[in-house]
């Protein structure tokens, strides 16, 4: 028999769902590979290539002793944000198991913006009826989060706990249906190399690069929902795709730009148009602090009204906004925006954010496909619905990645079969700028039955290409992606949350009861979940 690298847990993805997954594992005594797609996290480094490390506002999270707040009340305002299709029966242990969550967080190095008192400072966001977001840095949670846990991983590296850099997964292994390890390639190597496990777990983040402008890192091209689709498994609401309503504005720019947290809004800051009028004046009762695609859809309407590329975020009632947001006035002296102080108006737009839907799984990841994972953003178990309620995503890829490595210490053991990898096939890979075009004027903040069939067709007629570099995957992936996302657009003939149709502009609200559809590969609907009652 030929010699096999065999783990007990492949972890893909070095973000707060992966490390966590692979630090709760490694501690348990689990042999566990970290694939990591970007290079190793350094505290020097000021780009990273996780969204982790971009998240600015916080973590949601309900604090045991907070009189104000309850676990009841959080999953109500979640259920209020997912337009009717989250899922309460996912929603709710992902919530409670948020505090634990943090603790050991902070056991593992994380340090939150504390009062004189050490208590968490909380901030408030769209969609949420009590300040509960806590945060660290002001707005740098994101960032301090991937601190903490890439220097314990740095620290923790031993001959059980070892992490990959600059690895691409090429294909996940499968025999008899079971996922049984993971081939991949690094730059230096250029060959397809393999690893085996009982487990493996997707944590690959999110599919900002299916759009032009994103608030997304470079790396987050839908790579974790590709690979599961070739696996096997299913996804679902791949059409709610959230567009966060303060992407900084920059004539032109693509790829990823900054954002200008919502939890500026939070501490003060006020949508205006040029004339400076408020955006979301008696559109919704919570006003600037309404669910995110309630407010993006605003800010659309009023550029539509006006003419006008873009809105402003008038900050002039933010107490000390430097000190408060400093990566947000980082982000601004980057673009050339703030050279001095920052501006009182702040230009921005609609960007695409998060990706609501995913790879269907279960609070703890399991998937349909036995000995496959999933957790963050590429999953999809429910809490989001049709729209995620502001920082709700830190807390479930930290939730999931402490269930992911329960599911993957109970699976240690079983027998592994031995497979070879096959060949890196050619897969069909469009151009990216003309499908990221395409996505961004079909398939963003407004679709129509006559846009999402055009997209379809040109994603169909995408060309097979040799997979030779990391961009030839990516291209791949995000094609395969595009093809679920336009699929699922096409099939949801209401608008709901994220997924807006001028052709069928009303909530489709039959018997007060609100489905997802499951897809597989093929883009074919496998069954409806139907377990949602509108809200
Ligand atoms: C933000 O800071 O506005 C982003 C938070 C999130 O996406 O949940």
Redesign the pocket.
Known sequence: MRERDNVDLIVVGAGIAGLTAALSAAAAGLRVVVLNKGPRWRADRGEQSTSTFY????I?VVEPDNPEDSIDLHVSDTLAAGAGLTDVHATRPIIADGWPAITELVARGAEFDRDADGSFRRTR?GGHSVRRIIHSGG?A?GAQVQRALGQMMTASLNSALTCIDDAVVTDLLIADGTVVGAAYRTPDSGRVRVIYAPTVLLATGGAGHLYAAT?NPAGATADGIALALRAGAHVADLEFI?F?P?MLYLPGARGRRT??????RGEGGRLVDARGESVTAGIHPMGDLAP?DVVSRAVQASMQASGDDCVYLDISEVDDFERRFPTVTAGLRAAGIADGHVPQRIPVVPGA??LCGGVVASPSGQTSVPGLLVAGEVARTGLHGAN???????LEGLVMGRNAAGVAIRRTGLPVADVSPPEVEDRPAMDRKVLQDLMSGKVALARSAAGLAETAAALLAAPNRAMTTVGDLEDAALTLTARAVVAAALAREESRGCHSRVDFPALDALDGVATSRVFNFDGQTVRPIVEAVCV
């Open positions: 998240a600015q506002g916080g949601a966001e707005d949670t608030t959230q966060h303060t954002l200008i947290s919502e939890a500026v995110r954010h998060y995620r309620l502001a920082s709700n995503s830190l």
